[in-house]
């Protein structure tokens, strides 16, 4: 069964604190790992990996992918409070047609 | 976990019909659906949002005539793309908002996704 685990479901941080967000992944066929922040009722697109080992990097924001051990991660230095939001993996299948989404990340930045 | 389910996952059609794309809410009640439009490489374009029971709410720009939203259920939403063109083809994915009380008071449920295809 194709599946999308992200971890931590929840996490609460201090402003100014680095995050890293996990996402992993078992599907039958992988073409590529997006990234998505959610504030509101739309995902903001953020990165898209579709190569292990290449750094994306926007910002304070950046993730990586490994396809050997399926997972990728997402990083956010300098934590501010606009930076609270739920954040969103989902793995894009090659000839499925079809995106699966993991449940998400609550992240909370505490002043 | 949550799961909703869209269905089909891939459609062509013709110019000028109509297609139906459902999306279920398995093991939960969905009082809220969004269903939004993705094109490659950016964030989901929020197309309407669907009460249980009440007439959907558009964003601004969206045709509430072509894209029709029926939300007769608390597990069903039902996004009807009419006399599709050319240009309608996109990815359309739908959002489950689950009941207050479940594990994720705020979360969302997105289903797979719909590849939508106007020849």
């Known amino acids: 069964e194709d599946k999308v685990v992200q971890s931590p479901l929840s996490l609460v941080v201090h402003e100014g604190d680095t995050v890293t967000l996990n996402c992993s992944y078992e599907v039958t066929n992988f073409r590529s790992l997006l990234w998505y922040k959610q504030e509101k009722k739309a995902p903001t697109f953020l990165f898209m990996l579709?190569?292990s080992g290449i750094e994306k990097k926007s910002g304070r924001l950046s993730s990586i992918l490994d396809k050997k051990e399926l997972f990728s991660i997402l990083n956010i230095t300098a934590t501010q409070t606009g930076d609270s939001a739920i954040y969103l993996c989902?793995?894009?299948?090659?000839?499925?047609?079809?995106?699966?989404w993991g449940a998400g990340t609550k992240l909370i930045i505490k002043p | 976990g949550a799961v909703v389910s869209q269905h089909p996952s891939r459609v062509i059609c013709k110019s000028g019909t109509s297609v139906k794309i459902e999306c279920r809410s398995l093991d939960f009640q969905a009082t809220t659906m969004f269903w939004y439009r993705q094109f490659p490489k950016q964030s989901l374009m929020l197309m309407a949002t669907s009460n249980e029971g009440s007439k959907a709410t558009y964003e601004q720009g969206v045709e509430k005539d072509k894209f029709l939203i029926n939300h007769a259920s608390l597990t069903l939403s039902t996004l009807t793309v009419t006399s599709a063109h050319p240009e309608d083809s996109s990815f359309y994915i739908c959002?489950?908002?689950?009941?207050?009380?479940?594990?994720?008071?705020?979360?969302?449920?997105f289903g797979s996704g719909t590849r939508l295809t106007v020849v």
């Open positions: 579709t190569s």
């Open positions: 989902a793995v894009d299948m090659d000839s499925n047609y079809q995106l699966i």
């Open positions: 959002s489950a908002r689950r009941l207050a009380g479940g594990a994720r008071k705020d979360g969302y449920t």
